[in-house]
């Protein structure tokens, strides 16, 4: 393989990579789920096989063969709870054009050697499953920081005569998103005739967080035993309110241990694989004591610094 024909491959490569990222800012309007959803609200047919032709015919194969399986279940989940409109077979699909895309980038920015090769294909499916994590905990984090603003808007509304669904889509009409957006959710499935029970744990499920769990909870046995709901709201309203003020004074507090176990943990792979594509020579100069030796180096290393990383998060993890 020339060097022309490299290039020619990479080209294509990034030219699909780009197709793609249209693709998915075009679509990141409306999530899978108010897609399904506006097929009753909207009730037209026609715009339904109208959006079900501009498919991806292998993308939606493959999620139709995925999503059945508990692993295309366990990526469905963790993509909704990024807020990512992409499908699964779309997501398989991204990681293998990165894990190509990395392969052939660092073949060619290292030596065109096989271990570059296998270095960069491993960098490329870490990437989106990385962002995708990363994703998932800005959204929650943001979630929880809105949570006391929409228990105080709901309280306020179910003082002024408001029912449950009433407060929260008014919920999902005044605070901004990500809460907006979980919420519109909520009532759109209730108004299709979902029970409040169904679309709250759906809601649960999207957003796993502890503090919502309580307000869920509240509202259901409300439900089943009666009572003061805008009290028993304003109350957890309160605990939270407290809980992530707590946690914010913890998170500064620890926040010099959780850098220092991440960027130290970080160091010795990243200075690893820079001096494989500097001077790999300097670098396989370990395997001159033999093989076993390097191999038994190489997993005392790693099990040092994996089980630092460890103890540095127990030690930063407290719980509220």
Do not use: H
Not at 266 to 279: E, K, Q, Y
């Amino acid at each position: 393989m020339n060097l022309t024909t490299i290039i020619i491959v990479g080209g294509i490569i990034t030219i699909v990579l780009l197709i793609i990222g249209l693709v998915v800012s075009i679509n990141s309007e409306r999530s899978m789920v108010e897609q399904r959803l506006n097929q009753y609200l909207e009730g037209s047919e026609a715009q339904a096989e109208e959006r079900q032709m501009q498919r991806a015919v292998l993308t939606d194969w493959v999620s139709k063969r995925v999503e059945k399986t508990s692993f295309g279940d366990r990526v469905a989940r963790d993509l909704a709870r990024a807020d990512l409109k992409i499908k699964v077979g779309e997501y398989f699909a991204l990681i293998f054009l990165a894990m190509a895309g990395g392969g052939v980038l660092a073949w060619l920015l290292g030596n065109r050697s096989p271990i570059s090769f296998g270095i960069g294909v491993i960098l490329g499916f870490i990437a989106p499953r990385f962002y995708v994590r990363r994703q998932q905990q800005q959204r929650l984090n943001k979630f929880n920081d809105q949570l006391s603003d929409m228990l105080n808007l709901m309280v306020n509304g179910l003082r002024a005569g408001y029912s449950t669904m009433q407060a929260m889509e008014a919920v999902s009409k005044e605070l901004p998103s990500p809460i907006s957006d979980e919420f519109r959710r909520v009532v759109q499935e209730m108004q299709i005739g979902i029970t409040i029970e169904t679309a709250l744990d759906n809601l649960l499920r999207r957003i796993p967080s502890p503090d919502l769990d309580f307000v869920v909870t509240a509202i259901n046995v409300q439900r089943e035993v009666g009572g003061n709901l805008s009290e028993i709201l304003d109350t957890i309203s309160f605990t939270i309110r407290e809980r992530v003020r707590i946690k914010g004074e913890i998170r500064t507090l620890t926040a010099q241990v959780r850098t220092s176990g991440s960027v130290l943990s970080v160091i010795p792979f990243g200075l690893a694989i820079i001096l494989w594509f500097l001077n790999p020579d300097y670098l396989m100069s370990f395997m001159d004591a033999g093989t076993t030796c390097a191999i038994i180096v190489a997993c005392v290393v790693v099990g040092l610094v994996g089980s630092g990383y460890f103890v540095m998060m127990r030690i930063a993890d407290i719980e509220v």
